[in-house]
């Protein structure tokens, strides 16, 4: 990888030495990376799954069929990396692949060294500015460390395929699946956290939801209007309707865009993005004093305060039991937590 002091950042934007993910994470997202690293013996069976997994083969790959940004390939691109890494402190500067596909999709990929692909069709989509936040967005899911349990779900899922003729092979691994993919939506919302401190354009963040939900014709598109079809996905219109947004979202890996964008929105107006502007922010040199409880807590309070704002007729219904699974989550971790509640944090 190269090296950061190879390039002349850009100085334009506020920048925070030795941030930690733990200063942009979503709640949900940091409790269960914090209690994921802080389990023993987790790194080795993280290890050995990753031996299902070729690193090597999959960056061979796109070596082989894309193109790498450089100084001299995707330069702007290349330098949209440098800079968010600059920005978030990211000690080495990740790869970067265009890939030819119309698909706008942006994904990190790899365990020891992750890389950011981008598609064709994003870049076509996104004006610079946009795709900064994108590019900030990924980079913040190599600082949280997000690609190792992404690849972690890609194994699992492949595995799921190979077990689907057991009779119960692959409902195991569907419902380890459905656990990570509600916490692969929470990253997703903290990455896009990160790609507001990368590229420090609340409007370009949210014009980039609304270009993945419709398209590149903006003019064509408000961004009040969207916020509103937010509100109404919320409210949904009856209890069935709140079902089916339950079953649509099992499989998905990522939230719909119009709650992405209600979110950043949210986070960005509620105080502590213009804290950490302001430097007030939590550095990676304290990751090791972590406190799982405290973030379990944190979490289970975040569930609990997304569940009030809520308008979802559905969500009235289940909250109790749901309230009665946090408050038994909190019991459970604090109950195993109690002689190992910290950790050591790898970014």
Do not use: C
């Not at 709640?27 to 799954?49: H, M, Q």
């Not at 003729?165 to 990570?180: D, E």
Request: net charge negative; no cysteine.
């Amino acid at each position: 990888m190269p090296d950061m002091t190879s390039n002349t950042p850009d100085r334009s934007r506020t920048r925070f030495p030795g941030i930690s993910p733990r200063a942009y994470e979503h709640p949900a997202d940091r409790s269960a990376l914090v209690a994921l690293r802080s389990l023993s013996g987790f790194d080795t069976v993280l290890k050995r799954l990753a031996g299902l997994f070729s690193e090597r083969a999959i960056r061979l790959m796109f070596l082989g069929g894309s193109v790498r940004a450089g100084e001299n390939q995707f330069r702007n691109l290349h330098d949209m990396v440098r800079d968010s890494a600059y920005i978030l402190d990211l000690p080495d500067v990740p790869e970067l692949y265009v890939a030819q596909d119309p698909t706008p999709n942006a994904m990190t990929i790899g365990t020891d060294h992750p890389f950011i692909v981008l598609n064709t069709g994003l870049i076509d989509l996104l004006d610079d500015e946009e795709l900064r936040f994108v590019i900030a967005h990924e980079v913040g899911h190599v600082l949280s460390g997000h690609a190792v349990y992404r690849t972690m779900a890609l194994i699992l899922t492949n595995l799921g395929a190979r077990l689907a003729w057991l009779p119960f092979g692959n409902i195991a691994i569907s419902a380890i699946l459905m656990g990570l993919n509600e916490w692969q939506r929470k990253s997703e919302l903290s990455s896009d956290r990160a790609g507001l401190l990368g590229g420090q354009d609340l409007e370009a963040g949210k014009r980039s939801l609304m270009k993945l939900a419709g398209g590149g014709r903006l003019t064509e598109m408000d961004a009040e209007a969207f916020r509103e079809q937010a509100r109404e996905y919320d409210a949904a219109g009856d209890v069935r309707d709140g079902l089916l947004k339950f079953l649509n979202l099992l499989n998905r890996s990522h939230p719909y865009a119009v709650v992405r964008f209600s979110e950043l929105d949210r986070w960005a107006t509620g105080g502590d993005y213009q804290r950490i502007l302001g430097g007030d922010y939590k550095r990676r040199a304290d990751d090791s004093s972590a406190s799982i409880s405290d973030e379990i807590k944190n979490a289970a309070q975040a569930y609990r305060e997304s569940w009030n704002r809520s308008s979802d007729p559905f969500i009235g219904v289940v909250k109790g039991a749901a309230e009665g699974a946090v408050n038994v989550g909190e019991k459970i971790f604090n109950r195993f937590g109690r002689g190992g509640d910290t950790h050591n944090r790898e970014s």
